[in-house]
């Protein structure tokens, strides 16, 4: 049975902060790997995906992956009230052609103004 | 967002009716799925298509039955549901269904079963 865990938060960062969102898995033959933000009431939309391991930036967002860990991350930089929502952490193709994503329970992140 | 659009947004029945959730992508995709959102818990995964066959069934109880008729329509028929069954159904396709695939959301269908 595939795991993926987060801390579930809330986790309140200061406004012009960085946010460190974290994420372990159990499979350690996965080889994707997937940030998306769910506001409240809304639909999971995807911020960040990375496949290799090291750093991967987009913006104020930085995904690192760590294979030989089994750890994945998501930096937020000069966080802004709109960075407020749950992020979950999603991974998949442990096997060839499995096309299944394994989502975390979500971490709640709160930026305080 | 409108490219995976998901009708109703609100529903409400009972255990013995029948309702249906509907599920329609207008993004060219290949791949549908069924995910289960329930407070305090991960997204399950429950069906999965791709190319209107279905690959996945994550051991969903009977009382839920998918249809994709085509790439771009997918169904979920209800029928004598249970109160642990409210949730928030969520849709979403991807390109063709494989690992490094980012997969769309729809809104969602939030469920209550009385």
Not at chain 1, 11 to 37: H, K, M
Request: with cysteine; proline share 6%.
């Amino acid at each position: 049975q595939k795991e993926v865990e987060q801390n579930s938060g809330p986790l309140s960062v200061p406004e012009g902060a960085i946010a460190s969102l974290n994420c372990t898995y159990s499979d350690r033959v996965s080889q994707s790997f997937f940030w998306y933000r769910q506001y409240s009431g809304k639909s999971p939309e995807l911020i960040m995906s990375i496949y290799s391991n090291g750093d991967k930036e987009d913006g104020r967002f930085t995904a690192q992956l760590n294979k030989a860990s089994q750890y994945v991350s998501l930096l937020i930089r000069d966080s802004q009230p709109s960075d407020s929502a749950t992020y979950l952490c999603a991974v998949g193709g442990s096997n060839f052609g499995n096309e299944k994503l394994t989502f975390g329970t979500g971490t709640r992140l709160t930026i305080i103004p | 967002e409108t490219g995976v659009t998901q009708t109703p947004r609100h529903l409400v029945m009972g255990m013995t009716n029948k309702k249906s959730l509907k599920c329609e992508q207008h993004l060219g995709h290949n791949a549908m799925y069924w995910y289960k959102q329930s407070a305090k818990k991960p997204l399950e995964l429950m069906f999965v298509y791709n190319f209107k066959e279905q690959t996945e069934n994550n051991s969903v109880p009977s009382r839920f039955s998918p249809e994709c008729p085509n790439s771009s329509h997918l169904f979920l028929h209800l029928h004598t549901l249970q109160p642990e069954d409210s949730a928030l159904y969520l849709c979403a396709s991807s390109p063709s269904g494989g690992y490094t695939d980012t997969q769309y959301f729809g809104p969602g269908t939030r469920l209550t079963v009385l």
